[in-house]
């Protein structure tokens, strides 16, 4: 059984856990049961997913939420989407996961409005075999109606090696999306390798700047060039900039000199769950906490 090669790790916070064991290749050793271990956790409903605040530079407020899948294990507990989600790729498992966190966000969207919270903007990642399946946008669109929410609800968040793959499919695909109303954005932006102005051709309406440019924004020159040139060439072709990642006040006012729109970080927040990121909202919290009403 491939729990006996799993240890309960703590992390940084109270439920995250990883999967550890000491052997090398454990991975390997253990596929075959961390296949058939998710494809049953699928069955239990056993994938929640967590909301991350996104908050615009400009207001301190929050403006929406990244929408991270987590596999609430009933003996391990949290796992993380590295420990799963490429697992789910190569298995093709993504296809059902990524439907159900598709699901759980929209049923959550809804419930929101329903309690009266101001109407927000969920992002989804979509992963690269999701991204290849025609009827993605057909899904898509068959979601937002049963809850009864608007495209404008969805941001899909694609990677740049999956529209740089085969490009004129990736522009159809893109085209069709955008004309549910969604929005799209590239993310982890920075670690592929298309240039900025090949974006031109991509029908996308914002990028996020991978965190690994945002953590040494404030200490390596090169970062915060980096971090700066990609914000103004990014405006100036007409795209909305997240950086996500951020997590001290240094790099918080630096993008905010820069000019970045939208931030997410362990700076204001972690993922937390659906209740918690609603008490979160309602609490009226906002960063910086100087502007903060209470
Ligand atoms: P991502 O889309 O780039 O998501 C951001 C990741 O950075 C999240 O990790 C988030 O918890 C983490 N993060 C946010 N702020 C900070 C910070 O200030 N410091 C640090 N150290 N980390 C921060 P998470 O939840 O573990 O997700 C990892 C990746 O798994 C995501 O990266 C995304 O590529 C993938 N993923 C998550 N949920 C899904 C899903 O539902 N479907 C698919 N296809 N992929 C998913
Ligand atoms: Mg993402
Ligand atoms: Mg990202
Ligand atoms: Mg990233």
């Not at 491939?2 to 940084?12: I, L, T």
């Not at 695909?173 to 240039?195: I, N, P």
């Not at 990028?207 to 990014?234: Q, T, W, Y």
Request: hydrophobic letters at 45%; glycine letters at 6%.
């Amino acid at each position: 059984n491939a729990d006996v090669a799993m240890y309960r790790v703590k992390e940084h916070g109270r439920n995250n856990y990883r999967f550890y064991a000491p052997e090398m290749n454990h991975m390997a050793l253990d596929r075959l049961d961390m296949e058939g271990n998710l494809r049953r956790a699928l069955e239990r409903d056993e994938i929640t997913v967590f909301y991350q605040p996104i908050l615009s530079l400009e207001s301190g407020r929050i403006i929406g939420a990244e929408a991270l899948a987590r596999w609430n294990h009933p003996r391990i507990g949290m796992i993380h989407p590295p420990e799963f989600i490429p697992l789910a790729e190569e298995t093709g498992l993504i296809i059902p996961l990524g439907e159900r966190v598709l699901r759980l966000v929209c049923a959550q969207l809804a419930a929101w409005r329903k309690a009266g919270l101001p109407p927000l903007r969920a992002a989804i990642n979509i992963s690269a075999r999701q991204f290849r399946q025609d009827d993605l946008p057909r899904l898509v669109g068959r979601v937002l109606d049963e809850a009864g929410l608007a495209g404008d609800a969805l941001e899909l968040e694609l990677t740049e090696s999956m529209v740089m793959h085969d490009v004129d499919n990736a522009i159809a695909m893109l085209r069709e999306l955008k004309q549910l109303g969604v929005d799209l954005a590239l993310d982890d932006f920075g670690t592929g390798y298309s240039s900025l102005s090949y974006l031109k051709r991509f029908p996308i309406d914002a990028l996020k700047i991978d965190r690994s440019f945002v953590r040494d924004i404030d200490s390596e020159a090169d970062d915060a060039a980096i971090a700066h040139a990609v914000i103004a060439m990014a405006h100036s072709l007409g795209l909305r900039v997240i950086a996500e990642g951020v997590e001290n006040e240094a790099q918080l006012e630096l993008l905010r000199r820069y000019g970045c729109d939208d931030f997410q970080g362990f700076l204001f927040s972690r993922a937390v769950p659906a209740e918690e990121f609603a008490l979160l909202l309602k609490s009226g919290r906002t960063m910086p906490p100087a502007e903060c009403e209470a």
